[in-house]
């Protein structure tokens, strides 16, 4: 019997009891052993739950439970789930969470503590809901010196965008949208300005390259800034809009990652990316491209992950699992000033003006543009060079093409 | 240490080796263990190859060798390859493979046979070359009641129908520029006949629902019947043909799986896959539908997942990895006679003669159709009713919709 409990009976958190529930059989054949849900923890009362036995206030009785082997957190931020978390590890218990803020500011030291106490901190729900990527990456993709990690990495704002593009909505009512089919909170701030996807884009990052990368090395920049006209100039010859995290491998050990839009050809797989999926495409130098492909959130998706980590676990229970990554630094993400690429320009400018300051362009256009306004993609260059040739325009907007 | 024997110095055989030396560092690392490629079997002299020294004829010298550890077999076939692969298993030694045809018709056999012996069998790139499909199935979805499984299985195939869609060629145009590009060999009939994808949607179905499904249980329809005609009606409502792998769970423990070309409908991701990239949609009840998505052949990506596995073996020599399935049996393989869907028709019938007959139908336009040919979408019906409808008719193509 191996023995299961959960923090947090909120989205996340009461999909692992149905999973845990409505596939026990099969879970228990899979395992082959007996997993038992014991404690469920949350602050709030459940009377009426199918759990309510379950529920307890108290993280002490978890914590000097001999017979608990597996703690699933859904607690989300980093303050009680990182207390939480270094106890249950303390006490030697596998710990399995979704929570991509907690894995990218605490990860490291999390995966230590669970090292030394010869138990397991395993997070595949903290990236991309239910898609398998996590383990795919550490065990699939094992031959491979990997090279780079591109991702959709946020539903909320792919949702956005897809309804921009799709339905010729604006920024705005396209987030009140989401917001009132509950693809988005009521403060949209974590999803739209690019910190969730920067979280996650850390995590693939630390599991690609080997080392912890933290959210305020990555440069991140979400989707205020793109507006239906860039939208229409980008549908002109095929591409998409698109939230990237990016990761990429530099010489010398050094990693490269930002977050920020893209304009994305339409005959790469990720432009064909729509709603609330996500999907994360992974060069190695064997496997070349590789990607995966799903819902990035959701109550039953994201349940599916967290599971599949106890499953594991469950199967063995002090095997050390050897996925984690070695310690940051403060000099191991190099700008993405030196990442060559082409760019998408809108600006107030003239044709001839544009193409005088920035050499060849290939010129955009879109139905019912004012004069004065032009959009171009450009010959592939660097940020510090791009910028330098705008010097002195009106730039609306200035995004990387993705290769 | 570790040691390796390959059979078959061939495109994936060489690739083994090519990664196993490019790599070796990080994969040392990463099995934190050496790795040491031992011995190549082939009845083939390679005098120049670097690798020269490690040729041996005689598969003796390997069952022989307490040292060795791992057989990569790459041989393909089912004669020598299953010899051979009975023989390492039998003398104890791990195998790891990319030969579809004998995972596809010994596969329940050889690992009941590792299990006896206590080792592993494993065959990662048997199925979506490079693509990671087997291990996130049986490790990742673990949590997931599997529903089914629908692949794009056969990058020949599969490039031959991008031309033919993109370029305007016929079938056999497609195939001799497939030829001329290596991608299709000189006798085409596994891949364009669907045999090739037939193997591994039985692996992908045994893999899914527990229990061996052989190739001769799996009605297999290739492409040849697919014409300019079908793609120039099917891009008229924005839809793809592709030929598709499929396998469906059945109510008390049965299978469905069949391979046939299929619409898709172009907002479905396994429309945007080209060329010779393979993708493998899943759907379980709790993730629902995630898709992966890469190259299904070549020698770099396929290494890539054969030395995936190696590692995995050479991590834990002696794990037991349950990675396998049950018997089949004659009952398991239920028709898809009972599966409803939309239906593509192209029939020498007018519009008004395939109304009375079909009932509600969507028809389809292309320019330069003659006079007496219609092509039509229908509601939704299962097989025997479709062909009873068009009973009397001259009908060209018939295809499912996918859903």
């Not at 590890?89 to 030394?116: D, F, P, W």
């Amino acid at each position: 019997m191996v023995h299961v409990a959960i923090l947090g009976f909120g989205t996340v958190g009461s999909g692992v009891a149905e999973v845990l529930t409505t596939n026990g059989g099969l879970i228990d054949g899979r395992v082959n052993n007996q997993l038992r849900l014991k404690y469920i923890v949350d602050v709030r009362d459940f009377p009426d739950s199918p759990y309510a036995d379950l529920f307890v206030k108290d993280f002490a009785v978890l914590e000097n439970d001999p017979e608990l082997d597996i703690v699933v957190e859904t607690i989300g931020g980093a303050t009680i789930a990182l207390d939480f978390t270094t106890r249950a590890l303390k006490a030697g218990k596998s710990v399995v969470t979704s929570n991509k803020e907690l894995v990218a500011t605490h990860g490291y030291e999390l995966l230590q503590l669970a090292r030394e106490h010869g138990c397991s901190y395993l997070f595949e729900a903290s990236v991309g809901g239910g898609i398998p990527i996590l383990r795919p990456l550490s065990s699939c993709l094992a031959a491979n010196e990997l090279e780079q990690v591109t991702g959709i990495l946020n539903g909320t704002t792919n949702y956005i965008l897809t309804r921009m593009i799709r339905a010729g909505l604006t920024f705005d009512q396209a987030l009140a949208e989401a917001q009132a089919n509950g693809y988005a909170e009521k403060d949209p701030t974590a999803d739209v300005d690019g910190h969730d996807a920067c979280r996650k884009i850390c995590i693939l990052a630390a599991l690609a390259f080997g080392r912890h990368v933290y959210p305020d090395q990555v440069p991140t920049q979400g989707i205020r800034g793109v507006t239906l006209e860039d939208v229409a100039y980008a549908d002109s010859v095929g591409y998409k809009i698109k939230l990237l995290g990016r990761a990429l491998r530099q010489p010398e050990g050094k990693v490269c990652a930002f977050v920020a839009p893209h304009l994305v050809p339409g005959e790469n797989p990720l432009a064909g990316v729509e709603d609330v999926f996500n999907a994360i495409a992974v060069t190695g130098n064997a496997i070349g491209d590789v990607m995966f492909y799903g819902r990035g959130a959701g109550k039953l998706p994201t349940a599916s992950a967290v599971v599949a980590d106890v499953i594991d676990i469950a199967k063995d229970l002090k095997k050390d699992r050897h996925n984690g990554w070695e310690e940051g630094s403060p000099d191991l993400v190099v700008s993405a000033d030196s990442l060559v690429s082409a760019w998408y320009v809108r600006a107030q400018v003239s044709a001839d003006q544009a193409r005088k300051q920035c050499g060849e362009i290939h010129l955009l256009a879109r139905s019912g543009a004012p004069a004065g306004e032009a959009a171009f993609l450009t010959a592939p260059m660097t940020q510090p060079e791009i910028q330098d040739k705008l010097a002195g325009l009106d730039v609306g907007s200035l995004f990387r093409v993705l290769a």
